[in-house]
């Protein structure tokens, strides 16, 4: 089985099927009409900082910015757990994205960088499409003590299309 078919089947029985569906759709189509003819289509899954995790990135007709991290959780009482982090806030203002998650055990992470195509790749190629940037790892120990972990990154895009070669 693909890595990236069975991140997809990890995403849907973790409940981010409606995610999913919308990134494949998306990945198939043009981008939207609001964003300028020539305004590329970031929307689908990406690499995230372990294997087997992942970010997931939809952009919307109208632009806005909804997706998720899938990781595996770090502390005592989560760990080896998968765990969903949906965005509480992003947005994508030409290249430049930006999102916050949501908290979960304690954790959240707030994302600024771009997000662009790999020069001479095919679109539907894995590593296609990069998020590239500064993310910061926040979280909560006893007492409400808050620790922050800075880092440069670089996500790569899993192929556009999971699903054509393994339905021939």
């Known amino acids: 089985m693909k890595p990236v078919l069975l991140a997809a089947l990890l995403a849907l029985f973790m409940g981010g ?17 609001t964003a300028g003819a020539n305004a590329p289509d970031y929307s689908g899954m990406y690499t995230f900082l372990k294997d ?17 991290i899938s990781r595996y959780g770090d502390e ?12 509480k806030k992003a947005s994508l203002d030409g290249q430049k994205l930006m ?12 994302f600024t960088g771009m ?11 894995e590593g296609s499409r990069v998020i590239q940037g500064s993310l910061v ?4 120990g006893p007492g409400g003590k808050q620790t922050s972990k800075t880092r440069q990154v670089t996500f790569k895009s899993f192929p556009a299309d999971v699903d054509s070669n393994d339905s021939q």
């Open 115 to 125: 997000v662009q195509y790999a020069g001479g790749k095919n679109p539907d190629e």
């Open 52 to 68: 087997g995790e992942f970010v997931q990135l939809s952009v919307e007709e109208d632009g806005s910015v909804t997706g998720f």
């Open 137 to 140: 790892e926040y979280s909560t």
């Open 99 to 110: 999102f916050t998650t949501k908290t979960v055990h304690g954790v959240w992470f707030e």
């Open 76 to 87: 005592s009482s989560d760990s080896g757990a998968f765990l969903n982090q949906f965005f």
């Open 17 to 33: 099927e409606h995610l999913i569906a919308q990134s494949a759709h998306k990945s198939s189509t043009p981008p939207p009409a």
